[in-house]
């Protein structure tokens, strides 16, 4: 009762909004969840003693912990849980760092007849061992960090969620464990925020929304992680295309179409068959022998390497620099099921590709160009909550093709480009592409929840793996530089972001359905028919209700499929050859001639704007 004033408070509009940070974005968070999940994970034991640990991170909006137990655990079992953690946390007991050998640690893991702790230990490459004890009644291997006592935590403030299968180390072939997920904050008041975005988040969620508004499907018969387009989606992915595909004529782009399979040998040339292989769909070889000699065909993770044959087709001039090729290219990817995500993570999905092939005295330039279109798409989607992410590598690992000279020249040339911006940004250690570093576009939703959504990326290495040249202005051969671009990132991923953004309520242009004629009776139908034919000469995507059913059930049906603009038809209206609009945007605007809704329309249409 106490959380209740708090979420009242939040919506009125002279209220201070609740901040949620990211566990990543404060070290306070992050103590305060890794310490709730050991009591978590000690509550589970004391109430399950034969349950074993395994392992128990943060993440960003909580923790989870993994645990082997042969008794499955269930919402009941949530709740008891949660009332043993308060015990715990109301002894106040100390968080205890500790250094121990590891011969130590070993000897009292064995001792605990803990097998996952085992082999945890045998993966840390460091010492000594750290151990972390709540008092002197629990420990387990960690790094940290903690707060210094179960009395820092606020019982009021910490939630267990869900419960949910996971395998050991996320391999499908090892044991499956039970994991617990929570979530704790540093106040009640973080808290009741927080569950009312997530109940928010239930009314948004795009798998829900798309089933309701009939724009997509899976089906088991096709496979998960593979959606089926209905007419309605399938209007809304052409609108996006027709959109972005206006805007890249303007700017010099070049229409490309690729194959959905190659042979392996491309993908060993570009690298990925060596260093993304385990994210492809298995090879397709003909016979045995072909298959033991990797010879056969895959189908494509990225279309870089079938727009690189095409500009390798004949040797360039330096005059036809930068050549920009797009393409609307379906790619798959073989990903786990368990990280399939409705629209957000499938196997098959359509990327507005385009790979940029320019002079180094060019490279600037283009960037620049890319970051501006990719602006531009963005505020014409209504996107303004975003962030430039630079993703580059880590240097210690070595996951990563070409010369650190390549490398450190892609990673200024992006640095540069965000300097002279002067945007937002921040910078990602590890999260550059294998071949080259990459400008992200890191969009947070309505619901502050975060997304990757367009990304720019400079190449040196492909250009070197597959010997691209021009001829330069003095007769020799120069490598070009690549840059790939996707100001989208992918339709699906898009349009289930903006499914959520807008709560299914499309802005007027990117509606599947613009303008809903509802005829009062049967008498008036034609009428309508032919204000809809009227319509759509024009370019105005308008229907005209066919159920027959009185007309406050079709005004509702209208309203819950959120057609922006509903238009009544009765006697009135046709005597004065008129419509009696409602738009959802601005309400009941009375009767206006039908010449006028259309030029409104279309006006629309044209600018992006409300009806």
Not at 524 to 551: H, K, T, Y
């Amino acid at each position: 009762m106490v959380q209740q004033p708090a979420a009242v408070e939040q919506n009125s509009p002279s209220a201070a909004p609740i901040s949620l940070p990211r566990t990543s974005e404060s070290e306070t968070l992050k103590k305060i969840r890794h310490t709730t999940s050991h009591v978590m994970a000690m509550a589970v034991q004391r109430l399950f003693p034969k349950a074993q640990v395994t392992i128990g991170p943060w993440i960003e909006s909580g923790f989870y912990y993994d645990f082997d137990s042969p008794e499955p655990f269930t919402e009941a079992d949530l709740k008891a849980i949660k009332k043993e953690m308060v015990k715990i946390i109301n002894k106040k007991l100390p968080v205890i760092r500790e250094e121990v050998t590891r011969d130590e640690a070993r000897r009292r893991i064995e001792a605990l007849g803990e097998p996952y702790k085992l082999e945890i230990l045998d993966d840390i490459k460091t010492e000594p061992i750290t151990l972390y004890h709540l008092g002197d009644q629990w420990w387990d291997l960690c790094a940290g960090p903690h707060v210094e006592s179960t009395a820092d935590l606020n019982p009021k403030a910490i939630e267990l969620e869900t419960v949910a299968g996971a395998y050991w180390r996320g391999d499908a072939n090892r044991q499956q464990l039970q994991r617990i997920y929570g979530t704790a904050w540093e106040t009640p008041e973080q808290l009741a925020e927080y569950k009312r975005r997530k109940e928010e988040a239930l009314k948004r969620d795009h798998r829900k929304l798309g089933k309701e508004l009939g724009l997509f499907l899976f089906a088991d018969a096709v496979g998960p992680g593979l959606p089926l387009w209905t007419p309605k989606g399938t209007l809304l992915r052409s609108l996006l295309e027709d959109y972005l595909k206006k805007e890249q004529v303007a700017r010099g782009y070049l229409p490309v179409v690729s194959p959905h399979i190659a042979r392996v040998d491309l993908f060993k040339v570009s690298g990925h068959w060596q260093n993304y292989k385990e994210d492809m769909f298995p090879m397709m070889a003909e016979d045995a022998e072909s298959a033991a000699a990797e010879q056969g065909f895959v189908l494509k993770p990225m279309n870089c390497p079938f727009h690189i044959q095409i500009y390798k087709n004949q040797l360039r001039s330096y005059r036809e620099l930068p050549m920009r090729l797009a393409e609307f290219g379906t790619v798959y990817r073989y990903e786990q099921s368990g990280e399939l995500g409705g629209l957000t993570r499938v196997r098959g999905f359509t990327v507005d590709d385009s790979h940029l092939f320019v002079r180094p005295d060019q490279l600037a330039d283009e960037f620049l160009k890319v970051v501006d279109l990719i602006l531009s798409v963005f505020g014409d989607l209504q996107l303004k909550n975003f962030k430039a992410r630079l993703s580059f590598r880590d240097p210690a690992s070595d996951k990563y093709i070409g010369s650190d000279e390549a490398w450190n020249k892609a990673e200024s040339a992006i640095r540069n480009a965000v300097a002279t911006l002067g945007m937002e940004s921040f910078e990602a250690p590890g999260e550059a592409a294998f071949y080259g570093p990459k400008l992200d576009f890191i969009f947070r939703d309505a619901l502050e929840r975060e997304w990757q959504l367009g990304t720019v990326q400079v190449d040196y290495n492909l250009p070197e793996r597959f010997e691209l040249e021009y001829v330069a202005e003095d007769g020799s051969r120069q490598r070009p530089v690549m840059i790939h671009r996707a100001p989208f990132g992918s339709l699906e991923r898009l349009i289930g972001i903006l499914i959520e953004e807008y709560a299914g309520d499309f802005p007027f242009w990117l509606a599947p359905v613009q303008v809903r004629l509802l005829p009062v009776g049967d008498d008036f139908r034609p009428f309508a028919e032919e204000v809809v034919a009227q319509m759509r000469l024009l370019g105005i995507r308008a229907e005209v209700d066919q159920s027959g059913d009185r007309l406050g059930k079709i005004v509702r049906t209208a309203e819950k499929e959120k057609v922006p603009v509903m238009a009544i038809v009765g006697a009135q209206e046709v005597e004065n050859n008129a419509l009696s609009v409602r738009t959802r945007s601005a309400g009941d605007l009375g009767a206006i001639a039908v010449a006028t809704v259309c030029d409104r329309a279309v006006a629309a249409n044209q600018s992006r704007t409300n009806f």
